[in-house]
């Protein structure tokens, strides 16, 4: 009798049938998947990526508009402060314009006029020291480029070098903060820069 070498072997055709047969069970003793699960899986991930993608841009949208409104909001909470703030130092010097237009209107003597235009001044400097606003230090005070601006310098030799002498401009700041220097006049000493 002659011997089929391959008689233990299934043939190549049968083996792929076994192989994808649904009913032949793995070596590992666990079922296949059916061919509709196999297809199947893939869609369901398809699904639940297309669903975490939507609800990723819902999410981004939604984040866009809070920081707009946001960014909007606090424009808005910006200039309403602004607005606050400068209404608050207009009205300190709404009485003060409220003279001087009666200084304008009155038909007293120079000597009336001059008086009142001091007594006006001196409210003017009421209110600025009421948003914490003071003159800067000038005549009798040394030189200080950081709160003076020098209009010119002059020789005098009955003042201390670098002394200011004359203030032609005054200067202001807000608590620690210059808003304008000072316009000064400054003294120059040769005799004290020679000693």
């Known amino acids: 009798m002659v011997e089929d070498k391959h008689a233990g072997e299934k043939p190549a055709a049968e083996a792929t049938n076994a192989d994808n047969d649904p009913a032949t069970p793995n070596g590992d003793g666990s079922e296949p998947l059916l061919a509709a699960e196999a297809a199947a899986v893939p869609q369901e991930e398809y699904e639940r990526l297309k669903a975490e993608r939507d609800q990723l841009f819902d999410r981004l949208a939604r984040l866009q508009a809070e920081f707009d409104n946001t960014r ?39 000597e009336q006029l001059r008086t009142g235009v001091e007594l006006i001044v001196k409210q003017m400097e009421e209110a600025l020291r009421g948003l914490n606003v003071q003159a800067v230090e000038t005549v009798g005070a040394v030189f200080d480029p950081k709160v003076h601006e020098a209009l010119d310098m002059v020789e005098r030799e009955d003042l201390p070098d670098h ?33």
């Not at 602004?82 to 001087?100: G, H, I, K, S, T």
């Open 72 to 110: 909007k909001r606090e424009a808005k909470e910006r200039a309403d402060y602004r607005d606050y703030a400068v209404a608050n130092a207009v009205e300190q010097f709404l009485p003060v314009l409220d003279n001087f237009q009666l200084a304008l209107k009155s038909q007293g003597s120079a």
């Open 163 to 195: 002394q200011v002498f004359e203030e032609v401009r005054r200067g202001y700041k807000i608590r620690e903060r210059l808003l304008r220097p000072a316009l000064v006049r400054v003294a120059s000493n040769t005799q004290q820069k020679e000693a």
